[in-house]
Every structure is written in structure tokens, then in C-alpha cells.
């Protein structure tokens, strides 16, 4: 069915069911996403929509994963304002759906520290997940406007017992302080050191482990 950015949700959802296939739900289950389209597939899909911000929202409103994967990558990133940045960070649960929320709408937003501020005060980890990894971006990104000394002291006393994603994000944030300000480079690979988190992470040939301390080390002597 070709698809035109007049569209319907109907229209669209009846591409992605046409596009379902058991073998890609099943892995994607295995990581927490509940969808079973092949991605390139889904991106083709949402380039023959082109940006279309009205149909991005009333997709988004299904609540289904797969739908809202097509709604993200036609959205306008612009025309977000913080409350609907806000109410769909609350939306974006699952890992794909939070991921490319964070990178396709949030971080080409201009009301990205905003929310970045306001959800590190939330009280839901999920939330407090996606704060971090706005704060990793932050620190490449934007540095002058956070505490880095402040961020590792939290890092330091909480990274080990964090629940795993809101844990992978801080690490995250943890190795690019280390890789982009050499000052705190020491104290960054000692806290990594210390706490060990994801050190038996299984790395495949030719990637960086997420060890922060292998992490940092390797992206240094790049940059060097």
C-alpha cells in the first residue's frame, strides 16, 4: 500500500500489521519493546509520510509501539512545547520508544535542558532514565550548563544499585565526562574502578566494552 502524508492512523496501521513478522517480535520482546516490524521496513514507511506533526500526535495517541516508532520519525521536533515534551516522556516507556523519543524529538528540541532539569527530579526511574541520558548528552553538548563534580558524587553513590537502564545511563554519562573533560578523567576512571558496573558486559569483536574504564580509556587516545 503506498502511503501519502494525508494518511490515516487506520491506513498506517494497517501497513505496519502487513509488515509484522513473529521472528522480529520475538527478539524484540527479548530487550522489552513490544513490535514486530523490521525497522528499515518502518522507516521507509514514515519517509513516504513525510513530516506531518498532526498525524505524528494522533498516531502517538494509539498507544501502540510500532505506531508510535512511525509518529516519532514524522514529528517536528520544533513544535513540541515542554508540557508535550513532558506528557510524552511519560508516554515513552519502552526502550525503543524512549531511545528514539530522546534522540529524534528531545535532543533537537530547544526545550531540551528544560526537561532534561525536570526530569531529573522525577521520582520514576524510567524518567530518571531518560534524564540521564539527556545528561549525556549535556556533557558533550553543553557542559557549562551542569554541575560535573555533582554528577559524579550521584554517580558514585548510586550508579551501583541502580535498576538497569536508569544504571546503563548513568554509566553512560559517567564514561563521557571522563572521555570529554581530562581534568575529571582520573576521578571518572576510579569511580569506575570502584564500582565495576558492567565490567563482565559481553562485547562483541571490534566494540567498545561499556566498562566506563575501558570506554574512556579507548575514546581518549582517539581523541588524543
Known sequence: ?????????????????????PKHRAVNEKHGDDFGVNLGKLRALAKALKSNQELANELWATGDTATRLVALLIAKPRSFSLDQLQAWSKDATTPKVQAWFLSYIVKKSKLLEELRVQLMGESDQVQQAAAWELTAHQVVKAPELLNLEQLLDTIESEMRTAPDRLQWAMNTTLAQIGIEHERLRPRALAIGESLQVLADYPTSAGCISPFAPIWITEMAKRKA
Request: glycine fraction near 4%.
Open 1 to 21: 500500500m503506498e502511503l501519502t502524508p494525508q494518511s490515516t492512523v487506520a491506513g498506517v496501521q494497517q501497513a505496519l500489521a502487513e509488515l509484522e513478522d
